[in-house]
């Protein structure tokens, strides 16, 4: 596709099940990005990818969170044993060039989590 | 730290009217990227503007200007003849390097009603 995908596109699990989010980057794509986005915090980064590595991992809110992405491409945002906080809009977006300063990030529509 | 402030949580204007949207940021990088993005409902994060911090002429795209002054840290976006379809929450950004890699600081958004 031409643009950034992710799914699904709605999830509502209950507290304690684990979920996995999915995004397929612009083709061609190496940096990847995912975020959050919560009423109360905003838009937070949560993690990068540079082809299937992720320097940095840091932005995670904790260790039930994880994340993969096999072959350059598609990357799963795994939450283990959700919790109500974890309910948000999970953005996922990519970049041309290996996250360069000042690279464009595109982002896909998102998968909105509710937890209940 | 680095920093993005929009301070007008929500905007309403009638069809027609001029509307600006401020941005303010905080970073110690002597380069950085400014970004503007449009969130419509349908929530995708949808690329506006990139402006590189030595670049500082203003930008005219249609409707759409931007006002960038390093003095003051600011980064203003004005949309001429608002429409309806502008409805939407905008996000001024911040490239920020951490380890030689790009991540974004969002500020808060600011929510744009345009009325008919």
């Known amino acids: 596709g031409a643009g950034v995908s992710q799914s699904p596109s709605n999830k509502v699990t209950e507290k304690g099940k684990d979920v996995e989010l999915r995004c397929d980057p612009i083709s061609g794509h190496t940096a990847l990005y995912w975020y959050r986005q919560s009423l109360g915090q905003g838009l937070e980064f949560l993690i990068y990818?540079?082809?299937?590595?992720?320097?940095?991992k840091s932005g995670l809110p904790s260790d039930r969170f994880s994340a993969e992405r096999t072959g350059g491409s598609v990357s799963t945002l795994t939450i283990q044993r959700t919790q109500q906080e974890d309910s948000a809009v999970y953005l996922c977006?990519?970049?041309?060039?290996?996250?360069?300063?000042?690279?464009?990030?595109?982002f896909g529509p998102g998968t909105r989590l509710l937890v209940l | 730290a680095q920093k993005v402030t929009q301070a007008q949580t929500e905007i309403s204007v009638v069809e027609k009217e001029d509307v600006t949207l401020d941005c303010v940021y905080e970073?110690?990088?002597?380069?950085?990227?400014l970004f503007w993005y449009k969130q419509p409902p349908s929530g995708e994060l949808v690329f506006l503007i990139r402006?590189?911090?030595?670049?500082?002429q203003n930008e005219i795209s249609g409707r759409y200007s931007w006002n960038f002054q390093k003095s003051t840290s600011s980064f203003n976006f004005t949309i001429t003849a608002s429409q309806v379809v502008d409805s939407a929450v905008y996000f001024c950004a911040l490239s920020e390097v951490n380890s030689g890699y790009s991540t974004l600081t969002f500020g808060k958004g600011t929510m744009l009603l345009v009325s008919p």
């Open positions: 990818f540079q082809g299937n590595s992720a320097p940095d």
């Open positions: 970073t110690r990088d002597t380069t950085y990227y």
């Open positions: 977006a990519s970049s041309g060039r290996q996250g360069a300063r000042g690279e464009t990030q595109y």
């Open positions: 402006r590189n911090s030595f670049d500082e």
